[in-house]
């Protein structure tokens, strides 16, 4: 059985130089100096927000807002929804510049899913973050710079997978995504060393793949 990447697609994104303060303050801008924004949307969420922390690695920004949007890319509510949106903030709209574009980067290079060939109907998210930025480590309670397994898959797959990943690995879950999400998936976040994310993150895709083979075998 084959997999294959599935490339995130940036859809929109849009600098606000200078954002009115009631809009702020529904966003969740709490620094008074947080004047101007980068607003971003992506067809695959989780692939967003490992892009929208990478960008806090990047460049002077805070993540502010990043939400999923019910039901998936498939149901969006319009051409440019897709699946996420995120939103950063800073003092210099230079600043929302070079993280919008460690975004776009973030998302041609690494922030990918997989799916399983040839159907393509069994998508997944293996990803191991070797160093996080702020807003992942605000979102897991770990240190800046710590290592995380990023795994997320359909329901039933999500949940025998991680518990393989967890006994592969010497890791910790950190954050839990139980079924069903915003988008149906389920999964979660598994903090350790570089080396045992990649263990986890190693034998949660093989579990998944292992259940689309035999999906009904005790």
Known sequence: ???????????????????????????????DKHISLGLVTC?????????????????????????????????????????AIGVIAAQDPAEIISGLKAIEESLNKEAW????????????????????????SKLCKVPVGSSLAY???????AMIALDTAMKAAR????????????????????????TECEHAARAFAEAVIQLAQNPVQL
């Open 1 to 31: 059985m084959e997999i294959t990447a599935l490339k995130p697609k940036l859809l929109s994104q849009r600098v606000i130089h200078q954002v009115t303060p009631a809009l702020a303050r529904q966003l969740g801008v709490t620094s």
């Open 43 to 83: 067809d695959f969420d989780d692939a967003l927000y490992v892009a929208l922390d990478e960008c806090t690695k990047q460049a002077n920004v805070e993540v502010i807002y990043a939400k999923s949007f019910y039901a998936g890319s498939s149901h969006s509510s319009g051409p440019l929804s897709g699946e």
């Open 113 to 136: 899913f997989y799916t399983i060939q040839p159907e393509q109907k069994t998508n997944f998210f293996p990803h191991v973050v070797s160093s996080v930025g702020h807003y992942l």
């Open 151 to 157: 795994l997320i898959a359909p329901p039933n797959e």
């Open 171 to 194: 890791v910790e879950l950190v954050k839990f995504y139980g079924p069903p999400t915003e988008t149906n998936f389920a999964g979660g976040l598994l903090a350790g060393s570089q």
